[in-house]
């Protein structure tokens, strides 16, 4: 149910002021995003057309807190047959990060790994940049699970027989244990400092 | 005759889990006479998971501003490399704002907006043209392919360079080499599961599931692709699949490039034919 007091009229500009958003208004509701959407086959209850409804009427708080943001697979078919060009794909993303920040002001808790994941990842390109394998999964692991340890524990459990297949190919030797790095490290550094000075 | 350089940028995969993709393309430009130079010391693209475009657009400004120095247009094998490149260079090049902002960030990151990126697909196929190819040509590779495209090629519009539901250039490419692209319908384009994997393996699982089995029940011999983490899904981890759902598939997956290199004559071993995870063993048999 909807409760109109609760609604913040404020919420549709927030997203359309985040790069992706640009185009929330421009949906007219025809729902094409929905049925060309690979996921719908496997969760029936998916739905981007909803999120954006949502969006524009201003529930802040049920759009920001909903799991399905963390599910879309970014594959870009809404984005290509939407009549509007809403842009669905980057759209979900750019409410992805209001998530994020509202989540890191301690304002909402976000149900999903998904998020671990990411910053794991992005910690690699700042680091080293380039996508270090190993240091990515220690690290989603750790916060995964909670600890060093039991990210450790889970992590060879879930590796086991992979990682022998990969091994038997040369594709997970010696020399994935140790990152690749550009030269010019300091340079990934300063393009994310800068992004999140920015962005506050 | 089109640019016969490219700026060659390998994406992160290309050292690790992809590195097959990687020696084949190395191997098909060598024997095409195209000179790939690859752009010194490249940065990771961001892929899926940096999800802010501002800090894609930075990441990649470093990259086009190494090519640009060189004086060359990059080529990448990889979809989402190729996805975040492009749309980098279309947002700087559309910008002079935005160059000016990442400028402001490190020297480095200036670029004038003097390059062009490409797929290795969109290269093979409409620089270096069918005609030429098939001229080249010197084995047939007698297989029938399920040629998946997965996401990033097709779609979105703003950087696609091929048709978003029936994309043609692979199979173009299957035909031009001997072998026969089976129907394999929507498909085709279909995500794998890719950016799900880490984090939700049931979903990831079920839609590659639907690709590896639309391919099986199409009569294909093997599938056909031309992205790392679809490589990644459908090859390194059909085992797992065929686990996770008590089924067999048992389907060879192999770069695009491998199979063309395959036609082109060049030996197995330099193609990585080796390092594919399900064994390509079934496919050398069929090249005649
Ligand atoms: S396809 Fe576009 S216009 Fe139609 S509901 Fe989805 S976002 Fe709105
Ligand atoms: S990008 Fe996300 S919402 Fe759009 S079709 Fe793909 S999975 Fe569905």
């Not at chain 1, 943001?69 to 290509?80: D, E, G, K, M, R």
């Not at chain 1, 060009?85 to 920040?101: F, P, Q, S």
């Not at chain 2, 501002?54 to 247009?73: D, F, M, P």
């Amino acid at each position: 149910m909807i409760k109109t007091w609760e609604l913040d009229p404020e919420f549709k500009y927030e997203i359309m002021k985040e790069s992706g958003g640009e185009h929330l208004t421009a949906c007219f509701q025809c729902s094409t995003c929905t049925l060309g959407c690979p996921l719908t086959e496997i969760i029936p209850t998916y739905n981007p057309r909803k999120i954006i409804q949502m969006s524009l009427l201003g529930m802040r708080n049920e759009v920001l807190t909903n799991p399905d943001l963390w599910v879309c697979l970014i594959c870009q078919t809404c984005t290509a047959r939407c009549p509007q060009d809403v842009r669905i794909a980057d759209l979900l993303g750019a409410i992805r990060r209001i998530a994020e920040r509202e989540e890191e002001a301690g304002k909402l808790k976000i149900e999903s790994v998904r998020p671990s994941f990411d910053k794991a990842f992005m910690h690699q390109i700042q680091k080293y940049g380039r996508l270090y394998d190993m240091g990515l999964a220690m690290e989603y692991y750790r916060e995964k699970e909670g600890s060093f340890f039991k990210g450790m524990m889970t992590m060879s459990k879930d590796y086991k027989k992979f990682g022998m297949r990969l091994f038997k190919k040369g594709k997970m030797g010696v020399k994935s244990m140790f990152p690749v790095k550009v030269k010019d490290r300091e340079v990934m550094k300063k393009i994310f400092e800068h992004m999140e000075a920015e962005k506050g | 005759m089109s640019n016969r350089k490219y700026g060659y940028y390998p994406g992160c995969p290309s050292e690790s889990t992809a590195i097959e993709q990687d020696m084949s393309v190395k191997a098909v430009f060598e024997k095409l006479g195209v000179e790939l130079e690859e752009l010194e010391d490249w940065n990771c693209c961001g892929a899926a998971e940096v999800e802010d475009p501002e800090i894609v657009y930075a990441l990649n400004a470093r990259n086009l501003a190494i090519a640009e120095k060189k004086g060359v247009n990059i080529m990448t094998p990889c979809s989402i490399c190729y996805y975040n490149l492009e749309r980098s260079n279309k947002a700087l090049k559309g910008s002079e704002e935005l160059r000016a902002k990442i400028r402001g960030i490190d020297d480095s990151l200036a670029y004038n907006g003097g390059v062009e990126v490409k797929h290795v697909l969109d290269v093979l196929v409409n620089d270096i043209g069918i005609e030429e190819l098939s001229g080249k040509i010197e084995k047939k590779v007698n297989v029938k392919v399920a040629p998946y495209y997965g996401c990033y090629i097709g779609r979105p519009p703003l950087t696609a360079f091929d048709d978003p539901d029936a994309p043609v250039l692979m199979d173009q490419l299957i035909e031009a080499i001997g072998g026969e692209a089976v129907p394999f319908d929507y498909r085709k384009a279909k995500c794998c599961g890719g950016p799900l994997m880490m984090t939700m393996q049931d979903i990831a699982f079920k839609m590659a599931r639907d690709v590896l089995e639309g391919a099986k029940n199409a009569g294909a011999d093997c599938i056909a692709l031309a992205c790392p983490l679809c490589g990644m899904m459908l090859d390194a981890k059909q085992e797992d699949i065929e686990e996770a759902f008590g089924i067999k598939i048992g389907l060879p997956v192999l770069y695009i490039t491998q199979l063309l290199g395959l036609a082109l004559g060049i030996d197995a071993s330099k193609l990585g034919l080796n390092k594919n995870v399900v064994d390509t063993k079934p496919i050398l048999g069929k090249v005649v």
